[in-house]
């Protein structure tokens, strides 16, 4: 089934505009949550917000919203001034420059979107794509909309685009921070590490390859509780032992060879059997 646009947009760079449709690249419904229910009945509760001072409940009608600017002290804000901070929704994708792909960190990304072109874009946006494509480029711009202005990424994915909604610096924490104690790898460690590194590599990444467990174990487990059946609570596993770096790695490495081993050996195996059944059967006939 053909994907639903979310929205229409431009993106402009220099004096060229390619008119694009946004569309979801995620799928929400993926995920599971759980309500809260009364236990008495079985009720799904309800959300209110209480004052912790009166204990009063407050209905939407009378929330105004404020910025701590300092403990306890709040600053109030209209609606209208509220209006007044929104950015206006232009809905512009404006490129402000082109980047080496493999230069941006993943872990700027926040959201991601599929851009497709829209009537008349479809020249300009082939165009755009393939450039990106043949240099390695992406595109760091910013869109508004929704009131909000956004640092984003255009990225070329075969003919497609994707647009990532990006971090801001000042909310990505620096890897700096992380505590670290420095050791020296020998060379016979990394040797080790980058033996079996390898032979767990694979050409590219296929997703298929790799499902939600949690998800899929809840599904099952739900299907049983709504047919009444008994959900059995497995043991927690302890956590497994600190051993030695060079002798785990010596037996990682020896279990996959030998497991590479063994299925080299099983046909032969096999056909050896099957001589061996069809030599039994022949000497019983005869």
């Not at 946006?125 to 595109?139: D, G, H, I, K, P």
């Not at 497609?160 to 000042?170: A, I, Y």
């Amino acid at each position: 089934m053909a994907a639903r646009a979310l929205n229409t947009a431009a993106i402009s760079f220099g004096l060229v505009t390619v008119p694009v449709r946004v569309y979801p690249a995620i799928t929400p419904s993926a995920g599971l949550s759980f309500h809260f229910l009364h236990e008495k009945d079985g009720v799904r509760l309800k959300q209110q917000y209480v004052c912790p001072k009166d204990g009063e409940v407050v209905p939407r009608s009378g929330m105004v919203k404020g910025y701590e600017y300092a403990k306890g002290k709040y600053v109030v804000f209209t609606k209208e001034e509220l209006k007044a901070l929104e950015q206006e929704a232009t809905h512009g994708i404006e490129i402000a420059e082109f980047v080496p792909i493999d230069r941006v960190d993943p872990v700027f990304f926040e959201k991601a979107y599929y851009l497709g072109p829209d009537k008349g874009g479809e020249k300009p946006y082939s165009l755009l794509t393939a450039a990106m494509q043949e240099l390695r480029y992406a595109a760091l711009a910013t869109y508004s909309a929704r009131g909000k202005s956004y640092l984003v990424l255009l990225r070329p994915v075969e003919d497609r685009l994707v647009m990532h909604q990006l971090f801001h610096s000042d909310e990505v924490r620096a890897a700096s921070e992380v505590p670290v104690a420095s050791r020296k790898v020998s060379p016979a460690e990394l040797k080790l590490a980058r033996q079996l590194m390898e032979q767990i590599a694979t050409a590219r990444f296929e997703p298929r390859k790799y499902e939600d467990e949690v998800r899929k174990r809840t599904l099952a487990v739900i299907e049983r509780k709504v047919r009444g059946q008994p959900i059995v609570v497995p043991r927690a596993s302890k956590p497994g032992k600190v051993v030695d770096i060079m002798e785990a790695l010596k037996a990682s490495l020896g279990r996959k060879s030998g497991a590479t081993a063994t299925a080299r050996r099983a046909p032969h195996r096999t056909a050896a059997r099957r001589s061996q059944a069809q030599a039994a059967v022949r000497r019983k006939g005869a």
